[in-house]
Every structure is written in C-alpha cells, then in structure tokens.
C-alpha cells in the first residue's frame, strides 16, 4: 500500500513468472541437472560470499595484486562459462556447429578448435560447419577480454577497444562467410557441453593469473615497458585473458599507462592465437587447417592493424 509503483511491478514479474512455468518446468527437468544446480551454488557463493570478504586494496609484492579485483575477474569468466553452457544445453545440435562453436569459446577457444578439427576427423562433411564453429569461437575470447578488461582496468578497456573491435568483426565475418552453409547443415549427435562451472578450473585460473600478475609487475619493474611485454606474449601462449588482466592490473595500480598496456595485450592475443594455430594443424587434418588458421591469422592482423590505425 505503501509502494504502489513496486507493488504493480512486482505483480506483473509474478503473473509473468506464473505465465511460464510450464517451459519453466520443462526446462528444470529436462534441462539443468543436479550438477548444473551445485554449480549454480558454487558460483553463487563464489559472487555472494567470498567477494565481500576480499580486500579492496593493492597487496602482495610490488603492491600487483588485489584480491577483489582478481576474484572479481574469476567470477566473471565462470559466469560467462556458465551462459555458454547453458546456451549449448538449450540449443542442441539443431541449430548446427556454429552457434555451439561460439558458445564453448566462452569455456575455451583452444579446446573448441581442437573438439571441431576432431569432429571434421569423424565426420568429413562437417568441415564448414565446424570451420564456422572454431573461428566463431574466438569472437568469445574477444568479448571475454571485454569482460574482464571492464573489471580490472575500464582505462585499458578504453585504449583497447578499436583494437578488440576489429579482432571481433574480422573473426565474425570469417565465422559468417562458412555460417551461411553450416546453418543449413543439421546433426543428429548431442553437442558435449561439459560443466556449467569448474571451481578447481577457477582456482587455477585464480593462481596462475596472481604469479602473472605479479612476474609481469617484477619485469616491469626491472626492464620497464619492453619488460611488460615480454611478459604478457609469453603469457599469452597459456591464456590470453590472464595475460590481459595481469597488465590492466599494473594499469589500476598505477604502474603502467594505459595506452603502455596496448601492445602488450595485442602481443598477448597474437601469441594465443598461436597456439589455436597449432591446435588447428593438428586436429581435423590439411583442409580444416587451411581453412581455420586464414581466419585466425586474420583476427590477429585485424588487432594489430586496429591498434595502429587507434
């Protein structure tokens, strides 16, 4: 009575949540399990209960590390996994390589690429579709640097968005080119999902990103920028969004500029990308190599160029 305008809202969020429990119960049933219910507590408890508890405040040799940030930055990887999971686990084969493609690159690009070159050894006339799927997958690890730019450092977010936008675009329009005839190719086989959330995978991404974070501060410190990004391409090899965070860190702890911070995180994306050719050369034999690594090649010249021209 009091709050009229919460209580209308409330009231409609109610008949809309009463409107859809049918496909609500459809989905509960059919869709998420058990698992998929304890890794929603995991992450819940991983966003509710132990961020509030974490410092807000540089710590740690050479003042690099702050836990907030850095478990900030966790969260944020695990819930973008867990939007790619459950994108897979409702979408389904039905609606091809493509988009399931692009929904494992949240979890992992590399190990996209190496599960589509391992589907094109099984099944030859998947090539386009599943070409589509490991090139789409990496306009997730784009966004994915978005993501976890915006947390740890909006500065070097901002210094690296024509960059990024051009990586995006040049990995979208390649997916799109061999989208168009994977759309129409449809599968019988279930699309393995995986888990929602992986705590021991969080907690390893948490550890390697803090020893990144804090030998990227030590090069930096002893060998300046050039140090930095060394550090980060080298980095880059294992994971590109570690390599990432670690400099946007050294950026929110005033030990880089921003505009430092833009070659050594393109150096980084370069050195992944790398690694996804090597993945891509060596699953799903010679005609799924041509035709991956042009693309991916692409996206790493599409950043460079995107950084020189911003």
Request: proline fraction near 4%; glycine fraction near 10%.
């Amino acid at each position: 009575m009091r709050e009229p305008t919460i209580a209308v809202g409330l009231g409609v969020l109610v008949a809309g949540l009463l409107h859809a429990r049918s496909s609500l119960h459809v989905f509960v049933q059919s869709i998420l399990s058990e698992e998929d219910v304890r890794d929603t507590l995991i992450l819940a408890g991983a966003t509710l209960v132990v961020l509030p508890l974490l410092p807000d405040r540089p710590i740690g040799p050479y003042g690099a590390l702050n836990l907030h940030t850095l478990w900030l930055v966790v969260v944020l990887v695990m819930s973008v996994s867990a939007i790619g999971y459950v994108s897979i686990k409702a979408a389904g084969a039905r609606f091809g390589l493509p988009i399931a493609g692009l929904a494992s690159g949240f979890i992992s690009s590399i190990t996209t690429i190496g599960a589509m070159g391992a589907r094109v050894e099984k099944a030859p006339g998947w090539l386009r579709p599943a070409v589509a799927g490991a090139v789409l997958s990496t306009v997730a690890t784009v966004a994915q640097l978005v993501v976890v730019l915006a947390a740890a450092s909006v500065a070097t977010l901002r210094a690296l968005y024509v960059p990024l936008i051009c990586a995006g675009t040049a990995a979208a329009c390649y997916g799109a080119v061999f989208t168009i005839w994977a759309l129409q190719q449809q599968t019988e086989d279930e699309i393995e999902a995986g888990r929602a959330v992986s705590l021991p995978k969080a907690l390893l991404f948490a550890a390697i990103l803090a020893v990144i974070v804090v030998v990227s501060a030590a090069l930096r410190e002893w060998f300046g920028t050039i140090g930095a990004i060394v550090g980060a391409a080298a980095s880059g090899l294992a994971d590109a969004h570690s390599a990432a965070v670690s400099v946007a860190a050294l950026v929110a702890a005033e030990k880089l500029k921003a505009a430092d911070a833009v070659v050594p995180i393109v150096a980084a994306l370069s050195t992944s990308t790398l690694a996804k050719i090597f993945v891509a050369s060596t699953h799903g034999g010679r005609r799924f190599a041509l035709a991956v690594i042009p693309g991916l090649m692409a996206v790493a010249g599409a950043a460079w160029i995107g950084m020189l021209i911003g």
